[in-house]
Every structure is written in structure tokens, then in C-alpha cells.
């Protein structure tokens, strides 16, 4: 089973559906129990970093998270706002402590093109840097949804740079798949890229 | 790079899927289900859906909240869903029947603080505020509420700068009399409201053929293309006329 952490951030619904579409048994949860049982953990996440980390702690789930992610090595996939939770800490109103599982800072698009939008809002290509078992057999250079204002900013950090799978351009770098392990992010929504999309799960699904 | 978004506008009025004229007259278009469905496949690169008179009729959320949750379960593209969002619970209702976006219209104008608390609570992405447009060039264009039913005496332009000051990361701009005309879209209302704001435009009323949204990107600066009639009503599709975007040198998916 994966266990999507329902943390009230969001289209959960949209990422249970996407599972079910792939037929992988996926669960919404609050429970430390079913994050014990699960064989991956996901962290969807649309929202504001603050709220969602403010989510997770009242929650009281992020020991039970680390502990499985960590220390168990259960897949984890955070997409979106649950990538950007891998950072040190985001600074979308006011700064926030992030999960700190990869590092790096969680920042607003700074494109240098004016034409370029705040937020990052479409269909964007992804250029892949590294080999990654999550991105098997899509194109070689797929175009996914994004929907976003800030983004995971390795910071000067050489660790976490080296997390960096694959990125897109908006007028400036944009993160946009890392991975460390056994931890996976993605900035955009496979749950919401149609084929391309649903490609990244089954991707994920088979790590578990 | 961002490929240009084709987005096809479904409009709900009585519980049915309908096409209106001017915000006026409906005819019916097909199965609310189905028909997100069939775009879905066609590569539409996102879907607006919307009940035009929740708000008229003092209605809630219910009737598009429904529709979404059904829409969500078949179809994996990004949905915007609005009509009758009153408050941040409403968004957050939205959201969680599988919503990326939501449009907040009437209630947005009456209350201009309701976008910074569904921004924050949210995200600004991904608080959408719909404009109904009333006027002709050169202007002024005067917003309209309630299903364009009520005249607020707010200047177009300046209500776009306003609401994205208080939160919105993107709005959906429509011309009321080019909806469902099918003679183009309002060229220089689109490029008002696209050159006074840093948020993408959505330029949305009037689309009757492929080249009225290649104008509203190149002559209107907008940053996505919403169109109803073009796909109901002409053998238009999505991928089709992605096609001819591209042909006139439009990024297209």
C-alpha cells in the first residue's frame, strides 16, 4: 500500500485518483500506523509552505516520516509542495523550518525575463541531468505540469545539487525532479500530466 | 520553455452543460462528464469549469464540486473550478474534490481580502480571479458580477491590478459581449489587462477560429487562450488547433 499523507494541503484526491488509475492500492492517511504498514510514502502538496509544515507538525507525523524514510528506506515521493518540504526551510511568507531531508532553501521564482510569469503556471519541458529510475521511459524530454511560485534552490549547496535529476527553464533554473536514495521530489504534478504524468507514478510504484 | 496553454471553457447553468451567448441565451452542449472527457483526450492542456449562476442565484459550491470530484476521477490534466466560491473553506472544498485552481469572481469583489486568505492559506498559484468585462475599446471596460448581472462600478483594469496586489496568481479574463459571438476576442481589453499585470491573462470570450487565439497571444499579450464555442459548435478540436498555433510559430504542448 502507499500512503498519501493527507496533511489538508490541497489535491489529494487528484493523486489518490491517479494511483487508482494506475491501479497501484494507495490510501489517504493521517495514521502513524498505516505510514508503518505502507511500502512508500507520498506528500502531494499544493498550498503555502508555512501552513503545510505547520500541517505536518500538528499532524505529528514527521517523526514517524523521517523514521520510515530515513531509517526504514521506504520510497518517499513529495511532489510539490511535498518536494520543496525536503529543503532546510522555505521563506514564502516569512521563513519556515523545512523537513531538511536534502537541504537548500525553498524560494519565489526569480526569473531575470519579464515575460516569464510568477507563478510558473503550465506545460514547461524538463531537461533530465542524470539518469533516474523515476523518470524511465518517458520522452527524452518530457513536458510535465507545473504549478508554482517558489522552488527548491540548491543554495550553493554542492549535496544537494547533486539531488538534481532534472530541470526546466522560466527564466531562470528551475528544479525540477530530485533525488537522493530513496527520496524523490518533483515539481510538477505527474497527477496532473496525463500520460507523461501517470508514467512518473508507475515509475514510483515499482520502486516500492 | 512554457508551451501555450488551449484551455476549453465548460459552462454549467441549471445542473446542464450549456454554451451561452453574451451571458445571456444557453443551448445546451453535451454531458458534463463526457465532454471534459473527450477534451481530456484531444490534449486539452487544461479545463475551466464553471457554474455561471451560483452566485446569481445565492447558490453554493455544491453543483461544480460535484462535477469536479467526477471530472478528477477520469481525466489527469489540471482543472479550474469556480462559480459561487464564497469563502477559503470553499476553495479548500475545491481543491480537495481535485481542483488545481479556483476561480473566485463575485465574492472576490465584494470582499477583495478573501484572496489574500485563500492565497495564503493556498498558494497564490493557485487562486484564479475571473473578470466578466462589459465594454468596447478603447475602453473603459467596466466589470460585472453575478453572472453578469451586476455592475459593482469597478474599472477592468484596475480590479486586475487590485486583486493580483491582494493574492491572485492568475486571472481569467472575459469579455461578456464576446461571449459566445464567435467574432474574436476583445483584442484591446486583453492587452490592458495583460500589460497592467505581472500574473499570466487568461483572454477568454469571442474565440471563433484557430487565428483569434494566436491575436490574443501575439496582438493581446496573453499568456493562455480559453475557448468554448470554437471546440462545441466547429470542427475544432484541442489538437487541432494546437496544430495551427504551432504552424504560426506558438510553443505549443
Known amino acids: 500500500m502507499i500512503a498519501i499523507v493527507d496533511y489538508g494541503m490541497g489535491n489529494l484526491r487528484s493523486v489518490l485518483n491517479a494511483f487508482e488509475a494506475i491501479h497501484a492500492p494507495a490510501r489517504l492517511t493521517t495514521s502513524v500506523a498505516d505510514l508503518r504498514d505502507a511500502h512508500a510514502i507520498v506528500v502531494p502538496g499544493v498550498g503555502a509552505f508555512g501552513d503545510g509544515m505547520r500541517n505536518l507538525t500538528a499532524l505529528g507525523v514527521i517523526e514517524t516520516l523521517a523514521e520510515e524514510v530515513l531509517v526504514r528506506r521506504k520510497p518517499y515521493l513529495g511532489i510539490c509542495l511535498g518536494m520543496q ?3 532546510r526551510e522555505g521563506r514564502e511568507h516569512g521563513v519556515t523550518g523545512g523537513l531538511g531531508w536534502l537541504g537548500g ?9 519579464a515575460a516569464c510569469k510568477v507563478p510558473h503556471m503550465g506545460w514547461n519541458d524538463v531537461a533530465i541531468v542524470r539518469e533516474c529510475e523515476l523518470l524511465r521511459d518517458v520522452d527524452e524530454r518530457p ?10 534552490d540548491p543554495d550553493g549547496d554542492r549535496a544537494v545539487e547533486a539531488a538534481v535529476v532534472a530541470t526546466a527553464t522560466h527564466g531562470e533554473r ?9 527520496v524523490f521530489g518533483v515539481q510538477f504534478h505527474p497527477e496532473k500530466s496525463q500520460e507523461a504524468g501517470l508514467q512518473v507514478l508507475r515509475n514510483f510504484v515499482k520502486l516500492a | 520553455m512554457l508551451k501555450t496553454r488551449v484551455i476549453p471553457t465548460l459552462t454549467l447553468r441549471g445542473g446542464r452543460l450549456v454554451k451561452t451567448r453574451r451571458f445571456g441565451p444557453a443551448r445546451d452542449v453535451g454531458d458534463p462528464l463526457k465532454a471534459p472527457m473527450v477534451y481530456d483526450a484531444q490534449l486539452a492542456d487544461e479545463l475551466v469549469y464553471l457554474d455561471l449562476d451560483a452566485s446569481r442565484d445565492g447558490r453554493s459550491i455544491e453543483r461544480v464540486e460535484a462535477a469536479v470530484a467526477r471530472i478528477a476521477g477520469e481525466c489527469f490534466l489540471p482543472l479550474t473550478a469556480g462559480g459561487g466560491v464564497r469563502s477559503a473553506g470553499d476553495v479548500r472544498r ?4 481535485g481542483a488545481d485552481k479556483v476561480a473566485i469572481n463575485s465574492a472576490a469583489v465584494e470582499r477583495p481580502g478573501l484572496i489574500g486568505e485563500a ?3 493556498f498558494g497564490t498559484q493557485c487562486i484564479v ?3 466578466d468585462v462589459r465594454g468596447d475599446a478603447p475602453g473603459p471596460w467596466r466589470v460585472w458580477t453575478h453572472g453578469g448581472t451586476r455592475d459593482p462600478g469597478l474599472d477592468a483594469v484596475e480590479w486586475a ?3 493580483v496586489a491582494h493574492g491572485a496568481g492568475e486571472i481569467l479574463l472575459t469579455s461578456i459581449d464576446r461571449d459566445g459571438t464567435m467574432t474574436g476576442y476583445d483584442l484591446a481589453l486583453i492587452r490592458a489587462v495583460a500589460g497592467a499585470v505581472n500574473v499570466p491573462v487568461i483572454a477568454s470570450g469571442g474565440a471563433g477560429k484557430p487565428q483569434d487565439l494566436v491575436d490574443a497571444l501575439r496582438v493581446g499579450g496573453a499568456a493562455a487562450v480559453a475557448a468554448a464555442s470554437l471546440f462545441h459548435f466547429t470542427d475544432q478540436s484541442p489538437i487541432k488547433t494546437k496544430a495551427y498555433l504551432r504552424r504560426a510559430g506558438i510553443a505549443v504542448r
Do not use: S
Not at chain 1, 532553501?105 to 525575463?113: I, T, Y
Open chain 1, 85 to 87: 518540504f525536503l529543503a
Open chain 1, 105 to 113: 532553501v525553498v524560494r519565489r521564482l526569480e526569473p531575470r525575463d
Open chain 1, 143 to 152: 513536458v510535465f505540469y507545473f504549478l508554482h511560485g517558489y522552488q527548491l
Open chain 1, 174 to 182: 528551475v528544479t525540477a525532479v530530485v533525488q537522493r536514495d530513496n
Open chain 2, 94 to 97: 475545491l481543491l480537495l474534490a
Open chain 2, 119 to 121: 492565497a495564503q492559506r
Open chain 2, 129 to 131: 480571479v475571473a473578470i
Open chain 2, 161 to 163: 491590478r487590485t486583486a
